[in-house]
């Protein structure tokens, strides 16, 4: 069975048995309410301890793919990683959307939206700060999709191994449910 898309947001909200007694500090958490700042996000944190990237070419054109991806609600119809969700506002900045994913939920808000070539979201879970991007680009007359994460925290530095096996496999599967999903959207609008 392998590791799935976003088991490591969920890997990390279950390392903690007793979510009360939070290992990280107050003031951690504070700094990473703190990052997003004013200014949008430009991207992952490269200084990050767990980096992940992948990328795929998707049959479909940039609007299928982003209308795939931002229909938040639907995620669990098509990634069979995600077992709930829902979403305060739709896909737009500053909607707040939480998430199961394995055994964690994960909270997580939108941070940029340029439809349909750039989204991008920072998640919490347990203290962990994860930042994820989701570039769409036209080529010819396909998509070309790049995903960027990074997970920053005491949690992440804890089990950062295992952690960044599993986002580098979740990021591929990511894509790979989200090809399957937007290439037969795209072939149902033209059949």
């Not at 088991?7 to 009360?20: F, Q, R």
């Not at 055994?103 to 962990?128: C, D, M, N, Y």
């Amino acid at each position: 069975m392998g590791v799935r898309w976003l088991t490591p947001l969920a890997i990390l909200a279950n390392a903690v048995s007793h979510p009360k007694e939070n290992l990280m500090p107050d003031v951690m958490n504070r700094a990473i309410e703190d990052a997003a700042g004013e200014e949008p996000l430009a991207g992952i944190n490269e200084a990050a301890p767990i980096v992940g990237r992948s990328e795929i070419e998707i049959a479909a054109n940039p609007e299928v793919v982003w209308r795939v991806l931002t229909a938040f609600e639907r995620w669990p119809a098509w990634n069979e990683d995600v077992k709930s969700i829902s979403i305060q506002g739709g896909a737009t900045e500053g909607s707040v959307f939480r998430w199961k994913a394995g055994p964690g939920t994960i909270t997580s808000t939108i941070q940029r939206v340029e439809p349909p070539r750039l989204i991008a979201w920072t998640g919490r879970t347990l203290g962990i700060k994860a930042i994820h991007f989701w570039w769409l680009d036209p080529r010819n007359g396909n998509t070309f999709v790049r995903t960027e994460e990074s997970y920053d925290g005491l949690m992440a530095r804890a089990l950062r191994g295992p952690v960044q096996k599993a986002l580098d496999n979740g990021l591929v599967n990511g894509l790979r449910y989200l090809k399957t999903e937007a290439e037969s959207v795209s072939a149902g609008e033209r059949g």
